[in-house]
């Protein structure tokens, strides 16, 4: 239940403030008729607490001690309670579960409790709707359980492989500006006494200039153009191209359509096994993709499904993940066990997406390497080279 603060008037005209709790803003409204009130404002109160969202670490542990204890014959409320109270979490968790404790005492869903903090995911949300209507929520939240905590490796395993190119990048930066701002300088009175400067020596002698003299507009700027970056990439019309792009590259481009496969795969199979409609769980699965030019495509499918087109049909024509996976759901769909085939091509594609991820960071770093040896090189020849050309002007003459 979320609180609401409301300003209201009744028949005369005259205005009404309080608090009132209520499962959502309509509700509130309904509550505020039955007493002669017309609701004129409302402000969600929960909301404006500002409730952390949870990470995949997280909401796996959360949902393996639910599904643990509510298969143990623990009751709901007790689990949340025990939850609640236990040692390990953050103040900020312990916050949302005592909250949501305290409305799953007033008799609301957990679901609708947990769709008011805001901070749990649509796809945990939903699951636990279909669990509650189908009376398995201990099996909903174990099957949640598994896949966050995939989640969460798959996340580990990119952070750990991405350590040695990080580290790379931040050398070759540094080493740029080891040269240009004092490493250079040294040379700049040889510089001087040259008639003529190769265009390279001149523009890195310009950029030692600037580094050094006027770095701060340097930081300025490149902040400038983060932000912009970050703006422009905001738009939709420009994400949906770039993520189009992620797709269609030449060597990435099979990688990331592995791994939104596998990640599409693995949700629609644990949404669909809930007991979910396969409509409402394509149109979930969908969202959690992680590419906007994928993800929209995903609104045709669910309205050719509603339409009586098989699942597999529909999944052909979508331009982003793997073909092999309408085959396997064209095989479920012949053999009456889509549930099973589903698990079975998200295991498999979950393995492929985890190879998939070390080949792209395979990949970046012979790609930083060159481009930290471009750099420096060009770098080594601007100096080097008006040296060379002065010593053969003297053996010239």
Known sequence: MARFRYVAKDMKGKKHKGT?????????QQQLREDGLFLISAKNLTESRGYQKLKAKQLAVFCRE????????????????????????????????KDILQDLKKGTPLSEAMETKKCFPDLMIGMIRSG???????????????????????????????????????LCVAIVILIVTF????????????????????????????????????LIVVFAIVMVIRLIAGIPGVRRTLDRGKVKMPLFGNLFQVIYTARFARTLSSLYTSGMPITMAIATAGKTIGNAYVEEQFGEVVTKVRSGVPLSQALHRVDGIQKKLASTVQIGEESGRLDLMLDSIAATLEAEAEQATKRIVTLMEPILIIVMAVVVGFIMMAVMLPIYESYSAIENS
């Open 66 to 97: 639910l599904s643990t204890l509510l298969a143990s014959g623990v009751t709901l409320v007790r689990a949340l309670d025990i939850i609640s109270e236990q040692e390990g979490i953050t103040a900020g968790e312990r916050v949302i579960y």
């Open 20 to 28: 009132l709790e209520a499962a959502a803003e309509n509700a509130l």
């Open 132 to 170: 509650e209507g189908s009376g398995n929520i201990d099996q909903v939240t174990g099957r949640l359980a598994v896949q966050y905590e995939k989640d969460y490796k798959l996340t580990q395993q990119v952070r750990s492989a991405m350590t040695y190119p990080c580290i790379l990048l931040v």
């Open 183 to 218: 490493i250079l300088p040294q040379f700049q009175t040889l510089f001087d006494q040259m008639d003529q400067l190769p265009w390279m020596t001149t523009v890195l002698i310009n950029c030692s200039d600037f580094l050094t003299k006027r770095w701060y507009i340097a």
